[in-house]
């Protein structure tokens, strides 16, 4: 069973700082895929990373795959209130069965 | 916005009673999931689809059977409903297999008393 382990948590912080959110496994996977969720909706889709040592940046977030396929990070730089979230990342399979397996999340709160 | 949309959104129901949740789509797309989210656990995949009359289990699929007719709808039953079966369900669509990205629905409530 593949499983997806996310660190930390929870994360609460104030606006203005920087922060990195993990998400480590001991399988390969073929693609890893980052959401933000707000409450009350579902997940969406922030950037999809395939290549091993990939770094994707999307205004101030920066993600990254490991070389070896099996983690990836998360880096908010000057995070803001707007970043509050659910952070969840999610790995697709190499037999290319369909299934992303999902972390269990990491909650962010920024305080103003 | 993908055209995915669940039903009903939040229900309450008493133990050994049959649930049925719908996700209906407008993509026809080929894939479509059933996760349910609970604190600390993330998202689990129960079934899954790859085609009309096409499905398969996920991680969590005990308690649970799905059903698709037709392209745009994907059916969820609970036959006989039990507490650990309260949570938040959401239905997702993708067009690719594998690593496509996933358009979620708002997700349904239920709670079991």
């Known amino acids: 069973t593949q499983l997806l382990e996310q660190s930390p948590q929870f994360l609460s912080i104030q606006e203005g700082e920087n922060l990195t959110v993990y998400c480590n496994s001991s399988s390969v996977f073929s693609s890893l895929q980052w959401y933000r969720q707000e409450p009350g909706e579902g997940p969406v889709l922030l950037v999809t990373v395939v290549t091993g040592g990939e770094v994707k940046k999307l205004k101030r977030l920066t993600f990254q795959f490991g070389d070896a396929r099996k983690d990836s990070s998360l880096h908010i730089t000057a995070a803001q209130p707007g970043d509050t979230g659910l952070y969840l990342c999610?790995?697709?399979?190499?037999?290319?069965?369909?299934?992303?397996?999902f972390g269990q999340g990491t909650t962010l709160q920024v305080k103003p | 916005d993908a055209g995915i949309t669940q039903s009903p959104r939040h229900k309450v129901t008493e133990t050994g009673t049959p649930v049925t949740l719908r996700c209906h789509q407008t993509e026809n797309h080929r894939y479509m999931y059933w996760y349910r989210q609970d604190p600390g656990h993330g998202l689990r995949l129960i079934h899954y689809s790859y085609g009309v009359k096409d499905t398969d289990k996920g991680e969590v699929s005990d308690g649970y059977s799905v059903s698709r007719s037709k392209t745009e709808d994907f059916l969820l039953t609970l036959e006989s409903a039990t507490s650990s079966q309260t949570s938040v369900y959401f239905c997702a669509i993708s067009e690719l297999a594998g690593g496509g990205e996933l358009f979620f629905g708002e997700g349904s409530r239920l709670t079991v008393l």
């Open positions: 999610a790995g697709a399979s190499p037999s290319n069965t369909g299934k992303l397996i």
